[in-house]
């Protein structure tokens, strides 16, 4: 059954098109630094938001019907999601799809059961992939829905939830690996705290990286050969997250020796809530060598809660697109892990924010490539770091200088010169020159 039948197949009309349906800047053969836009932009499909997500908050019910004309937590339900989103990809040009064990199929009784779920939907989505050449981006387990998971999944007190959340994380990598998936997330999920009073911090934090080590090693035996991720979220929903932001992340899996298999998935909106910009976590995750992936979203500074609105902010996405370029590209790619606002209800809108999204980031793309060319500001910085290339700057770089021997400088400085202006407004209107300039 075709479910968007009265929708068209989106396609490229260049930036004077009015028709809602089609992309202004999202040119997937148009080269761009050596590559096309398709291969820069690896766009994915979120199961949860677009398939799943019907708009329920926490004063109302959902407002946008999900069930693709099937009895909802039914596997006829969860066939007609795979139907709906394998459509959508194929009309929206989108190749890639991130999924949670559980918004493949509803949740059984047992274990046992929801496995079999699983595997039965397994063979219909791997037929789908088949017929439309559609591919995993990465996949993930939900540990934080189900009751049982209310203290953590890793960081449970509980060791049967540990088990229980193993299990789960087991069979979703043997999913990830079954459709050739990239990546595997560890979302923080509920891996957190509300209260010391009640919390061993050290005991939950070693445990979550046990079940990552298990993950691995298990991973790996089952010739996983793609990434893991940890994507930091400070809070939402714990007051208190473990994977905080990048640098807390890159700490944690430095410290339990997991750095080698790990790079994170850098959410926009996860960084407002980090009190970060999104490219100050993109280049932190960059210069560490653990840039990933990306849920490509944006949030909203106004409010203080995990948003997912489809990303439309231009300096965001040029300034992400910068960080990505500047690193070589992602191993991973750009999962629109975004929904509708609630009152855009139909299916006309999830086009839309598709739409929204692709063009946001190709424009972005298109702005970023254009920075690079400009120049300007990369010889800025090089030419403001310029004094630790030679005499006292190269020597402390190499390592040789002593403390003595640098204090012995500064005092036959007398006094040292201005270290020069940062000239921030003049690259801010760089920026605006390359984003608006004709
Ligand atoms: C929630 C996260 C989640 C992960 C996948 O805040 O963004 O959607 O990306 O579990
Ligand atoms: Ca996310
Ligand atoms: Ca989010």
């Keep these: 059954m075709e479910h968007f039948k009265h929708l068209p197949k989106v396609s490229y009309e260049g930036v004077k098109t009015r028709n809602p349906y089609a992309f202004r800047y999202y040119d997937?053969?148009?080269?761009?630094?050596?590559?096309?836009?398709?291969?820069?932009?690896?766009?994915?499909?979120?199961?949860?938001?677009?398939?799943?997500?019907?708009?329920?908050?926490?004063?109302?019910?959902?407002?946008?019907?999900?069930?693709?004309?099937?009895?909802?937590?039914?596997?006829?339900?969860?066939?007609?999601?795979?139907?709906?989103?394998?459509?959508?990809?194929?009309?929206?040009?989108?190749?890639?799809?991130?999924?949670?064990?559980?918004?493949?199929?509803?949740?059984?009784?047992?274990?046992?059961?929801?496995?079999?779920?699983?595997?039965?939907?397994?063979?219909?989505?791997?037929?789908k992939m088949?017929?439309?050449?559609?591919?995993?981006?990465?996949?993930?387990?939900?540990?934080?829905?189900?009751?049982?998971?209310?203290?953590?999944?890793?960081?449970?007190?509980?060791?049967?939830?540990?088990?229980?959340?193993?299990?789960?994380?087991?069979?979703?990598?043997?999913?990830?690996?079954?459709?050739?998936?990239?990546?595997?997330?560890?979302w923080g999920g509920r891996e957190g705290y509300e209260t010391l009073l009640n919390t061993d911090m050290k005991l939950e934090l070693d445990n979550i990286a046990i079940l990552m080590k298990l993950a691995v090693d298990y991973g790996r035996s089952i010739g996983f050969t793609g990434d893991f991720y940890i994507e930091p979220k400070p809070k939402e929903p714990m007051k208190h997250q473990y994977d905080f932001d990048a640098a807390t992340a890159i700490g944690f899996l430095r410290a339990h020796k997991l750095d080698k298999d790990f790079k994170l998935n850098i959410e926009a909106n996860h960084a407002t809530l980090a009190g970060h910009t999104f490219n100050h976590e993109l280049r932190v995750s960059a210069i560490n060598g653990m840039?990933?992936?990306?849920?490509?979203?944006?949030?909203?500074?106004?409010?203080?809660?995990?948003?997912?609105?489809?990303p439309f902010d231009i300096y965001e996405t040029t300034l992400c697109l910068y960080e990505v370029l500047k690193a070589g590209g992602l191993t991973g790619g750009f999962n629109f892990d975004a929904k509708n606002r609630r009152p855009s209800n139909t299916p006309e809108d999830m086009f839309e924010g598709y739409i929204l999204g692709?063009?946001?980031?190709?424009?972005?793309?298109?702005?970023?490539?254009?920075?690079?060319?400009?120049?300007?500001?990369?010889?800025?910085?090089?030419?403001?770091?310029?004094?630790?290339?030679?005499?006292?700057?190269?020597?402390?770089?190499?390592?040789?200088?002593?403390?003595?021997?640098?204090?012995?400088?500064?005092?036959?400085?007398?006094?040292?010169?201005?270290?020069?202006s940062g000239r921030q407004e003049h690259l801010e209107r760089v920026l605006n020159d390359v984003l608006f300039g004709g």
């Design 358 to 420: 692709m063009d946001s980031f190709a424009l972005g793309l298109l702005k970023a490539s254009q920075l690079i060319e400009d120049g300007r500001i990369e010889n800025f910085i090089k030419e403001r770091y310029s004094g630790w290339t030679s005499g006292i700057g190269a020597e402390i770089r190499s390592g040789n200088a002593t403390l003595k021997a640098i204090s012995d400088y500064a005092v036959s400085l007398g006094t040292p010169k201005d270290p020069g």
């Design 291 to 310: 840039l990933g992936s990306i849920d490509a979203n944006q949030g909203d500074t106004l409010l203080g809660w995990d948003t997912d609105e489809f």
């Design 130 to 186: 088949k017929e439309t050449g559609k591919k995993c981006l990465w996949g993930t387990a939900n540990l934080f829905n189900n009751p049982r998971f209310m203290n953590g999944a890793g960081s449970s007190n509980c060791p049967d939830i540990f088990c229980f959340a193993a299990a789960q994380i087991k069979k979703a990598l043997d999913l990830t690996v079954r459709f050739g998936g990239r990546g595997y997330v560890f």
């Design 28 to 127: 997937e053969n148009r080269m761009i630094l050596g590559k096309t836009m398709k291969e820069h932009l690896p766009f994915a499909m979120a199961w949860w938001h677009n398939l799943g997500a019907g708009g329920r908050d926490m004063f109302g019910d959902e407002t946008a019907d999900k069930s693709f004309g099937a009895l909802k937590k039914t596997m006829d339900g969860a066939k007609a999601k795979a139907d709906a989103g394998f459509e959508f990809m194929e009309k929206l040009g989108v190749d890639y799809f991130c999924f949670h064990d559980l918004d493949l199929v509803p949740e059984a009784e047992t274990l046992a059961e929801t496995n079999d779920r699983l595997d039965e939907i397994a063979e219909y989505i791997e037929l």
